[in-house]
Each structure stands twice: as C-alpha cells, then as structure tokens.
C-alpha cells in the first residue's frame, strides 16, 4: 500500500491521516476506512463464526466499535491490524453465542497433532485449476477449511488468505510467535491432506 | 535429516529466506526424498489456491446496505 513521505525519513500511513480526520469528528473520512476494509472484515467474520448473519453483524459491530474507540488507536499498529482484532473478538463472541453452553476460544481443539502428518503423498496432477470451474473450486475449499478447529482457520486465514505477518498474526489473536507458526504449519499441512481427496493424481492412484 | 525434520522446517522453507547451510541440507532431503517433493509443492499449491480464490464474496448489494447503516450509527455517536 502507498505511503506518503513526510519531510523526514518517517512515512505515514493513509490510514492514519483518515483515522486522525475521522477522530474530529470527519465521517467522510472513516466512510473511506469502512470501504477499504470491509470486505475483508466480512470474510474473516465468515470464516471464523461460519454463518452468513453472524458475519453481516460483525461487520456493522466491528466498524462501529472502532469508530467509538478511535481515540484508543495507537499509531504504532497498522489500522487494519487493530480492526482485524476487534472483528476478530466479535467473530469469537457471535460463535460462542450460537454453541451455547459451550466456551469457544482460539485455543480450541489444537492440542492434538492428529492429521498434521502428510498421509496422502499423491502429487497434483493435472493442475487442479485447470479441473474445476470458479464456483465448485469455491465449494471445495469452503467446505475443505470449515473442517478446521477454530484455532487453526483463524491463523490460516489472517496470515495467508488476509495476508497478516506472523507478528501482526501474533498480536491480533494475543498469541505469541511460536504458537502462531506451529498452528499455521499444522493448519497448512492439514489443508493440503484434505483437499488431496480431491486434487490428488487419480490416473496413477486410481483414486475416487 | 528425517522426513518429520524436513516437515519441521516447511514453513521457513516456504515463508523465510533461510540461512544457507539449511537450505541446502533441506535441498539434499528433496533430493531423495519424493513424498517431501510432493509435501512441499503441494502445501504450496492449497496457499497459492486459497489466496487466489475469494470463498465468501460480499454482493454488492449488502454490502451497501452495511454501509449505510455503519455509517448512520457513526453519525449519531
């Protein structure tokens, strides 16, 4: 994303200059901020709660909880990062909502190191692009990550699908820097063995 | 190096640049080592595709709906 230059060696983020006009009391200026993150706001809140209501009320929540919290922001953490993380605590508050009685956190269910070893060896091909249309490939890979614990999709989707480094990652879910990495290697490699039921060489294999 | 060790080091291998001497240790696993061969590519193969393929598109439509109403709720904040 552009930067502008300041005087100095220091750059400011556009998004800080918003934050700042949108701190007087600028709504034009958030309007901007709500435009630029709101579908990825809306994909994340998705995929962590699953249910398309929950995810069209994270988004209203989320931006207007930061709007009320603008003064709190810090400009030493990317706008999008501190959003992420307030959509991210409304995501897992809808979630809980809906399993009640049951506590949902990003610490679920990644105890375990089941399937984190590849099984499936089969290479990829022919490219599995070139196999399916836009919309099945969607399917497969909705259907592929809804399998994930909660705690493995979320670190999955905000550091390679939302393009999160993996300290912003680390900051956005209160998690440090190697549990981070470890949920994401397991999250990838879990990824890989399932959609390999689908992607896998069936000529050699004879597979389904 | 072991296929688990390879594994524990997939992700420096995909993200990082790594110090040389790893890398070629990694590089002489591949080597001989097919079913890490297939691991890698096609770990990177499900980033590459889950990148690429937007699976919970907001339609225009709501989206617009969302944000009006963000937006009239800020304007009586």
Same mark, same amino acid.
């Given at each position: 994303?552009?930067?502008?230059?300041?005087?100095?060696?220091? =750059?400011?983020?556009?998004?800080?200059?918003?934050?700042?006009?949108?701190? =007087?009391?600028?709504?034009?200026?958030?309007?901007?901020?709500?435009?630029?993150?709101?579908?990825?706001?809306?994909?994340?809140?998705q995929?962590?709660?699953? /249910?398309?209501? !929950?995810?069209?009320?994270? @988004?209203?929540?989320?931006?207007?909880?930061?709007?009320?919290?603008?003064?709190?922001?810090q400009? /030493?953490?990317?706008f999008?990062?501190?959003?992420?993380?307030?959509?991210?605590?409304? #995501?897992?508050?809808?979630?809980?909502?809906?399993?009640?009685?049951?506590?949902?956190s990003?610490?679920? !269910? @990644?105890?375990?190191?089941?399937? #984190?070893?590849?099984?499936?060896?089969?290479d990829?091909?022919?490219?599995?692009?070139?196999l399916?249309?836009?919309?099945?490939m969607? $399917?497969?890979?909705?259907?592929?990550?809804?399998?994930?614990?909660?705690?493995?999709?979320?670190?999955?989707?905000?550091?390679?699908? $939302?393009?999160l480094?993996?300290?912003?990652?680390?900051e956005?879910?209160?998690?440090?820097?190697?549990?981070?990495?470890?949920?994401?290697?397991?999250?990838?490699?879990?990824?890989?063995?399932?959609?390999?039921?689908?992607?896998? /060489?069936?000529?050699?294999?004879?597979?389904? | 190096?072991?296929?688990?060790?390879?594994?524990?080091?997939?992700?420096?291998?995909?993200?990082?640049?790594?110090?040389?001497?790893m890398?070629?240790?990694?590089?002489?696993?591949?080597?001989?080592?097919?079913?890490?061969?297939?691991?890698?590519?096609?770990?990177?193969?499900?980033?590459?595709i889950?990148?690429?393929?937007?699976?919970?598109?907001?339609?225009n439509e709501?989206?617009?709906?969302?944000?009006?109403?963000?937006?009239a709720?800020?304007k009586?904040?």
């Open positions: 994303m552009s930067t502008i230059q300041t005087q100095g060696t220091e =750059e400011i983020h556009p998004d800080v200059l918003l934050v700042n006009r949108a701190r =007087e009391g600028d709504v034009e200026a958030f309007e901007k901020l709500v435009r630029q993150y709101d579908r990825q706001v809306f994909r994340i809140a995929h962590i709660t699953q /249910n398309r209501e !929950d995810a069209e009320d994270v @988004v209203q929540d989320a931006f207007l909880k930061a709007y009320e919290k603008l003064d709190q922001f400009g /030493n953490s990317k999008y990062t501190w959003l992420v993380r307030i959509a991210v605590n409304e #995501s897992l508050m809808r979630l809980r909502k809906r399993r009640t009685g049951r506590m949902v990003i610490d679920e !269910d @990644v105890e375990t190191d089941d399937g #984190s070893m590849p099984r499936d060896l089969a990829w091909a022919p490219d599995p692009e070139q399916y249309g836009q919309s099945e969607a $399917e497969i890979l909705r259907k592929t990550i809804q399998g994930l614990p909660p705690g493995f999709r979320v670190v999955f989707v905000l550091r390679d699908v $939302e393009g480094s993996t300290e912003e990652t680390a956005t879910l209160g998690l440090s820097i190697p549990a981070v990495k470890s949920r994401l290697l397991r999250a990838r490699l879990q990824l890989r063995e399932r959609l390999s039921r689908y992607f896998r /060489n069936r000529k050699k294999d004879g597979a389904k | 190096m072991t296929c688990s060790e390879f594994l524990a080091h997939l992700d420096d291998l995909i993200d990082n640049p790594i110090s040389v001497p890398r070629a240790e990694l590089e002489e696993h591949l080597r001989g080592c097919e079913h890490c061969v297939v691991t890698l590519n096609t770990t990177r193969k499900t980033i590459e889950y990148r690429k393929h937007v699976i919970y598109e907001l339609p709501l989206r617009e709906r969302l944000q009006k109403a963000i937006l709720k800020c009586k904040c």
